[in-house]
């Protein structure tokens, strides 16, 4: 029985995707639905090649990252005490923070944009980066004396954080956001927001390695800000650009 109950599953996501080519391209719709035998004679004049969506995405992830990159080391680069800063437990926390956001939201990226492919339950994954970035707040704040918490949940680097980060989830969201347009997200506006979050675990990996600001304190305030932002402008690009 489930196994069946997903075959129709999947059939009737296959009929919803013919249905709404048929309306696209040749406008057979009318009160009585789509004709069997225009649906035939659509997929045996249709002569394109099939998209391989996984590597098209997987494109996007990889060429994204490297433009950033690009742009990244164009502009800013490294903070100038890298060689120092790799040594303290602070500094590399943040990139398991970045990278662990980005690999738990790439991890979804492939079921949020096809039809019939909810990912359920496994959006409670993207819970890791938080959660981590919580208890490093918490022993940060049991080690720090309290007059200093302020200093450090201020730090030095915060505008820039809340715009060098969106600036560099420009280029990996547009890639990203022209691949997934070659898919069939059922909720468009989750799909943009999604995008959202990878474009963000690139641009936060490589600010990381130019923020002087190390502490938690001020991790778990700027960079989820930052984050806000783009997945809240993602969210709306989806609802526009990913309808299908």
Known sequence: MPLMFCCLNTKCAFMDV???VLRDRIGVLGSDGVKTE???TLMAQDTRRPVNLSLLLAGAVLGGAVLAA???FATIGF?????????TVRFIFKFVVTLTLLATAVSLLGATVRPGR?????RWVLLAAPVLLLAATA??????????????????NALHCLTIIPALSLLPGFL????????APEHPGLAGALAGLISVGIAATLYASNCF???????VIWYPLATLIVTAVGYVAGRRFLRW
């Open 79 to 87: 903070r100038h005490d890298i060689a120092q800063a790799v040594e």
């Open 70 to 72: 690009m742009a990244f």
């Open 213 to 219: 600001d190390d502490s938690p304190l001020f991790v």
């Open 38 to 40: 225009d649906l035939i």
């Open 176 to 183: 990203l956001f022209v691949a997934m347009r070659q898919g």
């Open 118 to 122: 909810d990912p359920g339950a496994r």
């Open 139 to 156: 022993m940060e704040l049991s080690v720090t004396p309290s007059q200093l918490w302020l200093d450090k949940l201020v730090g030095h």
């Open 18 to 20: 013919c249905e709404f």
